[in-house]
């Protein structure tokens, strides 16, 4: 990681060689970045975008990972925002591929409850808007009974915030004023556009300025292997990977190991999983914006609960354009290409076959198919879904198990930081 997190879900500065520089400068002069630093910087390049949430099955090279004999599964660990209200584009950029991933992996995936509150929230919907993300999450195929796969409320497991606050005295305050999120979203607190937000601007949360934090604290509270991120996440890991580096170097190795810990690393250095080109879904009204919950229009987006009536209206009404004919990855057909992109995700089939399919149709004929597709595949996800937010003691008894479960991996790492810290036991 919606504010999805990594969808976490999850990114560090536009300036690469100034952010080497204050690496090395902040955490001492012997501290140096480590080389699977470098090799990330390489893969994923230095520019800034925003957090939130985040996966793949298809996965680029770099990101791959090798096949493993143990049977001991690889951990991810991914998350949204409790929008309650999930649309087809955090549908298709991450939850969709979650039910691969779980297939292969160990998955951890959360409500971040925590990150909704960095801007202004309705109390009273907080409680209802987690739940039914949950629900949805559940809906969508994410299956706790496979014993690989779990889901829980970030806030259930306390461990996130103490090792935040742990994180907090490792971290320079240089590399948070770096991040992008927070210049973009707290300038709308703003009723003038042109000013620039400050760190000290009582309009503006420490929240926004710190969550950056909370989101490192959740990956490697786990001790995660991979975390699939967007496009608009990369900062955020990059910040995550850095942080991690920077603590195993000022408190693991041979220090932790005089204070009798295990000694060596305290924390996973996790590596991205990267989505396959195609899964970002783009506005119905304006195919160049990414389908957005923020949008002020609810006609830019399929949410994932709309009836079919909605549906039908919502493509009905769609934007589109004049030329004759229906082709991909025309630049400047970007509503074309979006909606033959949705409705290959929809329907299974490859991009060749809907170019085969569709590139005689006209726009009308195309809707109707478009149309019928997105009925069929959202409507078992509704159905599961009414059964699940209507069976509260199911869905509680899910959320605690993968909060328990959740909670033994987090308190084993925390107590190797207090230990590695130098803090008195208890």
Not at 12 to 34: E, F, I, Q, T
Not at 300 to 305: P, Q, V, Y
Request: charged share 20%; aromatic share 8%.
């Amino acid at each position: 990681m919606a504010r999805a997190l990594f969808s976490h879900c999850l990114l560090v500065s536009n300036s690469s060689p100034r952010l080497a520089s204050s690496l090395r400068s902040l955490g001492g002069k012997n501290w140096k970045m480590s080389p699977s630093i470098r090799r990330h910087r390489s893969l994923i390049g230095h520019s800034g975008c925003g957090f939130r949430c985040h996966c793949s099955v298809s996965l680029s090279q770099t990101a791959a990972p090798e096949t493993s004999s143990s049977s001991v599964r690889k951990r991810i660990v991914s998350g949204v925002q409790p929008t309650g209200s999930i649309h087809l584009g955090n549908y298709l950029g991450a939850i969709k591929n979650w039910i691969a991933l779980q297939n292969t992996y160990e998955t951890l995936f959360f409500i971040v409850d925590l990150h909704a509150i960095t801007l202004p929230y309705d109390t009273q919907q907080l409680s209802k808007a987690t739940r039914d993300t949950a629900a949805i999450y559940l809906a969508c195929g994410v299956d706790t009974s496979k014993m690989q796969a779990s889901v829980f409320v970030q806030s259930h497991v306390r461990a996130h915030v103490e090792l935040m606050w742990l994180l907090s005295s490792a971290t320079p305050i240089g590399w948070l004023n770096r991040m992008i999120q927070f210049k973009e979203k707290s300038r709308k607190a703003y009723s003038r556009k042109d000013e620039q937000p400050q760190p000290g601007d009582e309009n503006v949360g420490v929240a926004l300025l710190t969550y950056p934090v909370l989101m490192a604290s959740d990956i490697l509270l786990y001790q995660s292997d991979f975390v699939p991120v967007g496009e608009d996440q990369k900062q955020h890991l990059e910040l995550t990977r850095e942080l991690a580096e920077r603590v195993n170097y000022l408190y693991g190795g041979r220090k932790w190991k005089k204070l009798g810990g295990r000694g060596g690393a305290i924390f996973k250095v996790p590596e991205p999983l990267i989505p396959p080109a195609g899964a970002r879904v783009m506005s119905l009204t304006d195919g160049v914006s990414k389908m957005s919950k923020s949008a002020p229009s609810d006609q830019s987006r399929i949410n994932l609960l709309d009836p079919k009536d909605v549906i039908v209206n919502k493509i009905k009404r769609c934007k589109t354009d004049s030329f004759p004919g229906l082709e991909f990855d025309n630049p400047e057909r970007p509503e074309c290409n979006n909606l033959l992109s949705i409705y290959q995700l929809m329907s299974g089939k490859t991009k060749e076959e809907v170019a085969e399919e569709c590139h005689n149709m006209n726009w009308g004929t195309f809707k109707s198919v478009l149309t019928d597709a997105l009925i069929e595949h959202l409507h078992p996800i509704q159905v599961r879904y009414t059964e699940i937010i209507s069976d509260s003691t199911y869905l509680d008894k899910v959320l605690a198990e993968g909060a328990s479960k959740a909670g033994d991996i987090a308190d084993a790492t925390l107590n190797n930081v207090y230990q590695a810290m130098g803090f008195l036991r208890r």
